[in-house]
């Protein structure tokens, strides 16, 4: 098992980020970016192959790209925490002139960012152009992604699914997280999604479940389960269970804070919840 | 009297297949998307010639300008192919967040564009296309206006680095252009030197503004004949020179009046020369089934229509 302290240390921090992050501003997606904090804390600091610096082309490395866009607080503050840029610009998030939009994009030029994403269902097809990208290149370097359960009602990400299956696809590891809220409220309320997983394999692929995606040591067992079945003529999915809001007591097991962000007492209490351990922006 | 002749009449889309021809053989960037309409786009060529660089998606096209941004991350050209209808409209969304604000290096190539289409009618005739795409921020507009022309815009634009949306046709035209120019991104050529009215044309409808010139010749009307295959970005240098000569203008497209070429040439004047101005082009319909010829004729996009319209603009000028 790998030593998980630094991870440890490094997801009351980003918490902290996200909070203060969206607090700042009055708005933003605290929810998503809570429940999924575990995930981003391994993706880029224990199962990414990343070069230094940041080139678009991402040739030798692995890539990843965020599909459900709206979560950017996590996205943002895991780039920053792991070098892409300064973590003090994290204080721009959805300010006037900043490279931290709303939703994250290219054309701001924030390193660490290869896609918009935000109008939700697209980031699976991007993912899979990468990925063959990456095979033309016969670079055997991974492509990652995260998609929302919610997002998976486009059905753009259909089209994707059955291509990636259809064409072996087998570099890419798609993980949808599973938190079973949206917007309106529980995904089997607004539009039922069955068995994620079990759709995903009717369609050719292959599958992981991480039952507890707040476990540092389930998402690392989990992740490096999923690793281990690419390059074997299909394309991966992870079934990420998370709980929204998680790490927060009274933003949990609920969509309230899907996009909403706390008030200054709320985020006090935050706070307290998920002391500093790597110091705030 | 004129200096063009048709060389034979080919399909633009088959230009567009000739032009990947080419740079499968010259540019090991290129790749190729289509979306069940292989036939159609006139790319089985560099199929057979570069297999691992074509991706077949299937009748998928959202998921096919998503796959075509991706491919650019890694160093690669995509091309998309399928017909014009559901090169735009159907994934305006894709295009939009994957390729345009995203700037991602995707050639959007396009076929059976405009009402030429034919019998298959208006689900497949698309008039608003390019208002769609020069409505997006950074996207290049080109619609070029024969076989040897689409050609070389196909080879031109894996040259420009930026997202590019290529317009082309189905039915065969006269194919009346060199046929080894040189395509320049942005620049109008002069097809003919006037001095009474400007036709400035896009796609099909430049041959048809050069008939009307020589009809006109005849009628002692002395018009010049631009050839805009770039709508955007727009060379407004040439329309307003060209504007300052002779005084009116006759915008010439098949596309929708609202949002087309038209509308493009419209603002350059009201900025820098306002001129009076008739437009050749659909007038906010839809399209029908009938042959090419037939619905031209309808529609009111031919050579006919053009001379029409520039004896009423160049009455106004008058005035």
Redo the contacts between chains.
Sequence with gaps: MADLTALEQLVPQVRRDILRMVHQVNSGHPGGSLGCTEFFAVLYNHMMEINEGFNMDGVGEDLFFLSNGHISPVYYSILARRGYFPVEELATFRKIDSRLQGHPTTHEELPGVRIASGSLGQGMSVAIGAALAKKLNKDSHLIYSLHGDGELQEGQNWEAIMYAAGNKVDNLIATIDWNGQQIDGATEDVLPLGDIGEKFRVFGWDTVEIKNGNDLASVVGGLEEAKSRTGKGKPVAVMLKTVMGNGVDFMMYTHAWHGKAPNDEQLATALEQNPATLGDY | MMKYTDQGKQDTRSGYGAGMTELGRTNPKV?ALCADLVGSLKIQTFIDENP??F?Q??I?E???????????????I?FTGTFANFSTGRVY??I???IA????NVKICASHAGITLGEDGATHQILEDIGLMKMLPGMTVINPCDFNQTKAATLAIADWHGPVYLRFGRPKVANFTAPDQIFEIGKALTMQDGTDVTLVATGHLVWEALIAAENLANQGISAEVINIHTIKPLDEEALVRSARKTGCVVSCEEHNFLGGLGESVSRTLAQHLPTPQEFVATKDTFGESGTPAQLMEKYGLNNKSIEAAVLKVIKRKAQ
């Design positions: 790749v691992e660089r991706f998606v299937g998928a959202a998921n096919m300008m998503g796959i075509a941004a991706g491919l650019t991350i890694g160093g690669y995509p969304d894709q939009r967040q994957s604000y995203s700037d991602k």
